[in-house]
Structures are given as structure tokens and as C-alpha cells.
């Protein structure tokens, strides 16, 4: 391999990598007098003139001429009858410039430095990529599906780094291809046996903060803040902002005209729920928002345990609690407080309707119980097990079951 060949082969290498010019340069400098140490002991007086654009590469060797027999350190004294076979102008006190071709350090040298090379070359690569995510944590990149196992995704971004999607970051309801487009934010970067390891989610938090600034130019701008975002990924979030400007209302402009800025985020976190929620520094009203869309009768706080009782009209409960709990349990990670609610009754024998009961009980097991005209949990309760197993086809166990439930609403 000559000079040539070896500028080339790197040039290639540079292109690909996106190493610019000047750091070429110094690495390929680096370990062409990692050779010459390993030749001669010392580079001191070795000048290496490299130009990777026009594929030069030189090494001189640069010695002082002193008379036949007269030398007494190799490496930077010649003696004239040599010096003269280099350039025969040379006198005896000047110092003579000699090339020396990479050919000349023999096959083994060159395969070496060539390795030393692609080493430092893979080891400043893989500190570039580590850099440039580290201070791209928090930030959406969009990148493409390149292989799928069963607990993460690998994806290429548009350089072909790797970057992976653990299946825990992912939206339970996500799905994807070999080939297809994915966002998310990143979430992480760590170094892992000298590689780094770039972590993206779909889940965070902060995945929804960035949807948000792409779609609502206020927040981008800073006239809308988010102070708060919780997720149940895939089912519901709770989202609260607020305004700096009087003039402009945080929740209208994070919907948009007919709900379309939301729309957009909705779609791409798989038909998420967003609650976007007008915050405050009043903690009553806070709650009440976050709670939404159930209307709220009274609240009774308890700031040193942390603890909110929440009563509400019993149509509004199922309201509050929300599908699985989500509701009430997102409410509660927003505003801080463990909220706990309850029925509002006019007096003690306020009756409640058995559909208020569908998120304990079965609904077939209601119509069941309706099919003999109990429309109520009082109903229910004053036919007694015995003659619930009688009419119904509900066993013993589980009439049981169903009637301590509904007579815990009453205690």
C-alpha cells in the first residue's frame, strides 16, 4: 500500500463517518508517528505534511550533514557522502530533508497503523454521537424502524446511528414495521463497554411536552407554560397550563380551533385521552379542574396529611373516577394530594343506581339483576340472597359477593 492508496481508503472513511477535514488530519498525523516512534524511538525531528483533499501525504526526515565518520547519533546526523545521494548541493553543517515513502515501513508498519487508525477513527466516532445526544436528552428526534425483537426496538436516525426504543418506553398500544417512521424523545445516553447507548421513550412525560411546543407556537414562544404533565401512556394525561398574557386563554390555544392542535398528539400517542387543565395556585380549584369532566359538590382538604375528600352527586362519580381509575389517579399525581371520594346524599337512604356500580360489578351480572326489576342497590338488597339465587341464575357465591358491595355503600 503507497501513500496514495492509504489517502484514499481514508478519504472513503472520512466521507462516510462525517469526520470533518482538520480532525482528519490530526488523527491521521497521530498515528503516522505512532509508526515512526515505533521505527526510529523519536518524531522529533520528522515533519508529516498531509493534505486528505488532494490525497498528499509526505514524511520527511530531517538531519544535520556532518563529515564521513563523524556521526555519533543516527537519528539526527548524515554523514555527507550520504547526504549528497539525496540533493548534491548539500554541504557539511546544512540539514538534509529526506523523504520516506509509507512503502518503505513494510508491510506489517502499514497494516498496524492502518488499524491504530480505524480504532481512533471509531473512538472519536463513538464520542461525537455520545456528545451530541447527551445534550439532546428531552429533545424528539425521528428516526427509522431497522430491526424489532421482543424487548426493543432498534432505530437508525438520518446519520444511521443507532438508537433504541425499549418495549417498557413504548405506548401499549404501539405497532410497528421494519421500515417505518417512529418518534420519540430521548431519553437517556449512556456509555456501555465504551459504546454509547442512546435511549429513546414514548412514555415520558416529556415526549408529550415536546408534541405540545410542535404543535401550539404560545408554548414555543414562552407565553404558554406547562407546569405540569402526567401520563397514563396510551389511556389518558392531564396536562396544566398557564398563561403569561391575559390576553390569551392556555387551554383554547393548546386545543385549537375545533380541537386541532390536540388532535395531531392525540393521533400520534395512539388516541391518548389530554386533559388540558388551567392551573392554579388554589388548591380547591386545582382539584376541581384536574377532576374534570365530573362536577364537584364540595371539597374538604387536609393539607398536613395531604388528603382531599371529594363529594360529588353519585351520576358523578364514575365521572371522577374514570375508566380503570385513570382519571382519579392522574387528578391525584397533579395536584399532589391522595383525593378520595364519595357520594353526596341528601339524607341516609338515598338510593344508587346499579349502573353507578360498573366498574365493581360485571355488566351481565346488571342485567341480570334488572331482569327481575332491581334497578337499584336498595332493590337488590332488600330481596335478600335467598331469593336472589331463587330468581336469578347468579350462583350463591357470587349473589354473596355482590351484596357486600352494594351494602358497603351504605355503612
Known amino acids: 500500500m503507497n501513500a496514495d492508496e492509504l489517502i484514499e481508503s481514508f478519504q472513503d472513511f472520512k466521507d462516510f463517518k462525517n469526520i470533518d477535514r482538520v480532525t ?19 518524531d522529533s525531528n520528522f515533519d508529516i505534511i498531509i493534505n486528505p483533499d488532494k490525497g498528499d ?5 530531517n538531519r544535520t550533514i556532518v563529515e564521513d565518520g563523524a556521526v555519533k547519533d543516527d537519528l539526527t546526523e548524515i554523514e555527507y557522502s550520504k547526504a549528497v545521494k539525496i540533493e548534491p548541493d548539500f554541504e557539511v553543517g546544512e540539514e538534509a530533508s529526506e523523504e520516506l515513502k509509507i512503502e518503505n515501513f513494510g508491510r506489517r508498519a502499514i497494516l498496524s497503523m492502518r488499524q491504530n487508525l480505524v480504532a481512533k477513527i471509531q473512538e472519536l466516532e463513538k464520542d461525537s454521537i455520545y456528545k451530541k445526544y447527551k445534550d439532546r436528552v428531552g429533545d424528539i428526534i425521528t428516526g427509522e424502524v431497522y430491526q424489532i425483537w421482543k424487548r426493543e426496538i432498534l432505530v437508525l436516525d438520518d446519520e444511521g446511528n443507532e438508537l433504541v426504543l425499549p418495549k417498557m418506553e413504548q405506548i401499549p398500544t404501539d405497532y410497528f414495521k421494519k421500515g417505518d417512521t417512529v418518534r ?8 456501555r463497554n465504551a459504546n454509547p447507548v442512546i435511549i429513546l421513550s414514548r412514555t415520558s412525560p416529556a415526549f408529550l411536552e415536546r ?90 382538604l387536609d393539607d398536613e396529611k395531604g388528603t382531599a375528600r371529594v363529594y360529588l352527586k353519585p351520576d358523578q362519580v364514575s365521572l371522577a373516577i374514570g375508566k380503570g381509575g385513570h382519571n382519579i389517579k392522574l387528578a391525584g399525581k397533579l395536584t399532589g394530594y391522595e383525593i378520595d371520594v364519595y357520594r353526596e346524599s341528601e339524607d341516609d337512604f338515598e338510593d344508587v343506581d346499579l349502573e353507578e356500580f360498573a366498574d365493581e360489578i360485571d355488566h351481565w351480572i346488571i342485567d341480570e339483576l334488572k331482569a327481575i326489576g332491581c334497578d337499584t342497590a336498595k332493590s337488590v338488597i332488600e330481596i335478600g340472597a335467598q331469593d336472589l339465587v331463587k330468581r336469578t341464575d347468579l350462583e350463591e357465591e357470587t349473589i354473596t359477593e355482590i351484596l357486600g358491595i352494594l351494602k358497603s355503600e351504605f355503612e
Request: glycine share 6%; charged share 30%; hydrophobic share 45%.
Open 211 to 300: 408534541l405540545f411546543e410542535m404543535e401550539v407556537p404560545e408554548i414555543f414562544d414562552g407565553l404558554i407554560t406547562i407546569k405540569k404533565i402526567v401520563r397514563e401512556p396510551g389511556e389518558r394525561a392531564k396536562v396544566a397550563v398557564e398563561s403569561y398574557d391575559d390576553r390569551i386563554d392556555p387551554v383554547g390555544a393548546c386545543v385549537g380551533m375545533k380541537g386541532s392542535r390536540i388532535h395531531g398528539i392525540v393521533r400520534e400517542l395512539r388516541n391518548e385521552n389530554i386533559d388540558v387543565i388551567n392551573f392554579t395556585s388554589n388548591s380547591m380549584l386545582f382539584i376541581q379542574r384536574s377532576l374534570s369532566p365530573a362536577k364537584i359538590t364540595s371539597i374538604k
Open 184 to 191: 420519540a424523545v430521548v431519553s437517556k445516553v449512556d456509555m
Open 57 to 61: 501525504l509526505e514524511i520527511w526526515r
Open 24 to 42: 482528519m488530519m490530526h488523527i491521521l498525523e497521530d498515528v503516522i508517528r505512532g509508526m515512526i516512534l515505533k521505527e526510529f524511538e523519536d
